[in-house]
């Protein structure tokens, strides 16, 4: 299984980008799908994540600015980074949780996609 995720980039303060993961190889069912970021010096933190059903979480820290969606026809889950402040700035990692069976979950990491907001 590899998660390719797209989208990063450098923007300016209260600016946007969008991030994209796509799930690809073998896939029976993902339960969970989330975004992870770590900026320099930091641990990584959990950004968003959403269920199959749809139910989001989010960071306190990026909560009213940022929305997770997901196509679970294209395995696919999205981040709407609006009004970017330059403390999210890091490089952020997609993240499923694959469902093999009742009993069998297993968790994914896409590659990471730098993004840098400019003050």
């Known amino acids: 299984v590899q998660l390719q995720a797209s989208g990063g980039g450098l923007v300016q303060v209260g600016g946007s980008l969008r991030l994209s993961c796509a799930a690809s190889?073998?896939?029976?069912?993902?339960?969970?799908m989330g975004w992870y970021r770590q900026a320099p010096g930091k641990q990584r933190e959990l950004v968003a994540s959403?269920?199959?059903?749809?139910?989001?979480n989010y960071a306190d820290s990026v909560k009213g600015r940022f929305t997770i969606s997901r196509d679970n026809a294209k395995n696919t889950v999205y981040l709407q980074m609006n009004s970017l402040k330059p403390e999210d700035t890091a490089v952020y990692y997609c993240?499923?949780?694959?469902?093999?069976?009742?009993?069998?979950?297993?968790?994914?990491w896409g590659q990471g996609t730098l993004v840098t907001v400019s003050s």
């Open positions: 959403i269920s199959s059903g749809g139910s989001t």
């Open positions: 190889g073998s896939i029976f069912s993902i339960n969970r």
């Open positions: 993240n499923a949780l694959l469902v093999y069976s009742y009993s069998d979950y297993r968790r994914f």
